[in-house]
Nanobody, 120 residues
Framework: QVRLVESGGGLVQPGGSLTLSCAAS????????MSWYRQVPGKERVLVAS????????NYADSVKGRFTISRDNAKNTLYLQMNSLKPEDTAVYYC?????????????WGQGTQVTVSS
């Protein structure tokens, strides 16, 4: 079955950097687009960044453009999110995600999340 395990979260000061990782298993990682989402308590989960299966195209939320970089290593079945110039408003639980279609039904898959806290 699809399994996504995030790691790399933690406490960092404003202006600092963190790299999140997502280890994927249970599916052919190299053939699926992947995304990072984040969520703060009481708010909806929002898309942060996405990357196509080959890694050749990426998209970012306006709030993180120029600061975050999504990448993937298909040989290692791992997704990354390099986060630079972190701000307190980046504080959230970050989730790795993918999806697949079976017929007309879309199935979304999520990791357990990793907490990122930006604070002095």
């Amino acid at each position: 079955q699809v399994r996504l395990v995030e790691s790399g979260g933690g406490l960092v000061q404003p202006g600092g950097s963190l790299t999140l990782s997502c280890a994927a298993s249970g599916f052919v990682f190299s053939t699926y687009a992947m995304s990072w989402y984040r969520q703060v308590p009481g708010k909806e989960r929002v898309l942060v960044a996405s990357i196509i299966s080959t890694g050749g195209s990426t998209n970012y939320a306006d709030s993180v453009k120029g600061r975050f970089t999504i990448s993937r290593d298909n040989a290692k079945n791992t997704l990354y999110l390099q986060m630079n110039s972190l701000k307190p408003e980046d504080t959230a639980v970050y989730y790795c995600s993918t999806y697949r279609y079976r017929g007309s039904m879309r199935y979304d898959y999520w990791g357990q999340g990793t907490q990122v806290t930006v604070s002095s």
